[in-house]
């Protein structure tokens, strides 16, 4: 007795071979979904206790990162301003913002003001920001436009491939330390070199291989190396 | 007398977004993993009809499973350790860190020397540098100086920055007047510590040794503004070697600068 009709064994193969393919897009589908905004929060913005605008105070005022972020040259952490920094200025400039209530309040009561991170590394993952800073690694590099961002968003994914795109090849990324801080900055191309002592660049790769030898960077095994990251 | 880096009463918090930490809740653990991968497909083989529809369920299940996996993140991410700044809600302040106890003397804040810390000698500010002034320091004084004063007092220092002109209801005087031409190093380095009238004092944000190199930096500025380089005698205190600027705030003259300094930094 027949209890197949024979278009099953197409069927079956099809299957078969079907079920290879059904499996690929699984991990791919898995794979994207680990690097999409749902998990990495990329371009995400979080409410913030004041709408505070990079876009305003870096590119509209031309106030440097460190006048916030005063200890990100020499230490790990990249430091977030005191209300006191905000009142420099905001006891004298629009006093009666309804937008700045929450920080004369917090100068008023000493209560500090509760921001919400943006960019986030998990606890295991040991993150320094003085060494990009002094081998010149631009904020922006890392943090996008800062200065075109009313609110603040993290602009990689943050992943650890992430960090190891660059930590294989730094030469890729690395400008003269003078215009890490210079969001505006341009790789050197040929109607634009860049300069460094008194030599001229108009490639990217030239200028980072030379970086790489003048800030002395370690070798690339050095830096992919596991416990660089995972200490 | 308190350190200079202190954790002071205005720092702010920096808090792990709600939205992440529910996300950074392990959810898989409480679904239960099923047992074997591929129990329908042989019996439903022999069924005949529903082979299609029940293979199709059971790849739909696993689909959705393995998305779940790819949105977890687990246990790790946040352990029982804080970064800087983070909430903590043990303390009623919400802050992590605690404040130094008072007089504590953090490592290299000793401030055995004091006239580096104060610019003053007895009660009149002093009118010497606590150290010999180099290029370096001069450099270093323009970087600091261009982040933390141009803002209000522009770049050439006549006190046309951007904040004035932006409602700051005080326009901060000129360097290049008599007054302040005339008035000693301490002096300033008081101005930046302590601030003056409606200038905020900048002691949290730039640490002494940095207010000095801004000091020397400011009276090399209005040297500038007062002679040529020429007039600069050998082995002065400070070398007066003016500055070159790209952006000048607002019509002043300087003079012009034959040897710039090599490292000196384009703006």
Known sequence: MQIFHRSTNTLSRATIYGAIFVVAALFWAAAA???????????????????FSHQHHVAGLGIDCRYCHTSVETSSFAGIPPTKTCMNCHAQIWTNAALLEPVRESYKSGKSLVWTRVNDLPDFAYFDHSIHINKGVGCNTCHGPVDRMPLMYNQASLQMEWCLECHRAPEKHLRPRDQVFNM???EPSSSKPVE?????????LSLGTDLVKKYKLRTVTDITSCSTCHR | MSPTF????????FRKSESSRARLEPRWRGESKPKDPYPTTDSSAHR???????????????????LALAGCRQDMHDQPRFKPLAESDFYSDLRSARPPVEGTVARGQLREDSYLYTGKMGNNPGDYMPFPVTTEVLARGQQRYDIYCAPCHSRVGDGNGVIPSRGFPRKPPSY?????????????FDVITNGFGSMPDYSSQIEPRDRWAIVAYVRAL????????ADVPAGQKVPSEPPRFEELGSGATLPVVENKPAHEEPK
Do not use: M, N
């Not at chain 1, 680990?34 to 206790?49: F, L």
């Not at chain 2, 202190?6 to 918090?13: C, G, K, M, Q």
């Not at chain 2, 290049?176 to 300033?188: C, M, Q, S, T, V």
């Not at chain 2, 209005?222 to 380089?229: H, I, M, N, V």
């Open chain 1, 196 to 204: 460094v002592d008194g030599k001229e660049y108009t490639d990217q």
């Open chain 1, 184 to 186: 505006r900055y341009e």
């Open chain 2, 222 to 229: 209005q040297l500038s503004q007062d002679a040529t380089a």
């Open chain 1, 33 to 51: 979904i680990q690097r999409s905004p749902y998990v990495t929060y990329a371009g995400v913005r979080r409410p913030q206790p004041v709408p």
């Open chain 2, 48 to 66: 005949g009809k529903g082979l299609c529809g029940l293979k199709a369920c059971s790849t739909l299940a696993w689909f959705t499973i393995l």
């Open chain 2, 176 to 188: 290049h007047i008599e007054r302040l031409r005339k008035a000693p190093l301490g002096y300033f």
């Open chain 2, 6 to 13: 202190s954790a002071d009463r205005f720092s702010a918090i």
